[in-house]
């Protein structure tokens, strides 16, 4: 393991620090006398690339294949690789058998959750907030939506405030949420 000598990091490799970038030393590999014994052989090596003497044995068939294909490419009239033949109008009929596991609309929808709420995650309960107090996770909160004033839009009280459109949390035009971090966005 390496440690860093500037900010005390510890990670398994690199060359330099994960953390504040500070490049470690590089380990200076010096090079050991090597002693050659007296009673073994000294074979030398050209480096792979010394010439064999080969004879070709007279009793073995050469078999081997010259380079590039042996036969001519063919054009096999048969396949056609870039579509498939016109099938005409083709009738679609629904299966009447055919379940889509849906049941019809009854209208009821479930009430969104107001006043203190259990956070699915951690199972805290909490009063206030859009984000879980204990482990941060998006508590499942709606603000109520305030009715807007007869005869004035909300473009009209043009502060420069917006209200998010996944939290609803208030936030300048052009910045970054601080709950959600959604960008609020000009209106068009």
Known sequence: MIICPLCDHVQPEGTECDVCGKRFPAAVAEPTPVATLPELEVTPHAGGRA????????DLDVTRLRSGPDLPAQVVPDLQLTRARDMGAVPVTPMSELDT??????????????????????????????LC??????LPRVKPT???????????????????????????????????????????
């Open 51 to 58: 010439p064999v003497a080969t004879a070709v044995l007279p």
């Open 133 to 138: 107090d204990h482990c941060g996770m998006r």
């Open 146 to 188: 305030v009715a807007a004033a007869p005869g004035k839009s909300p473009a009209d009280d043009d502060d420069g405030w917006r209200a998010c459109v996944s939290c609803h949390t208030r936030v300048r035009l052009g910045k970054s949420c601080p709950e959600c971090g959604t960008r609020a966005l000009e209106e068009a």
């Open 101 to 130: 596991g849906r049941a019809p609309d009854d209208g009821v929808r479930t009430a969104a959750p107001l006043g203190a709420v259990v956070c699915r995650y951690c199972r805290n309960t909490q009063a206030a907030g859009l």
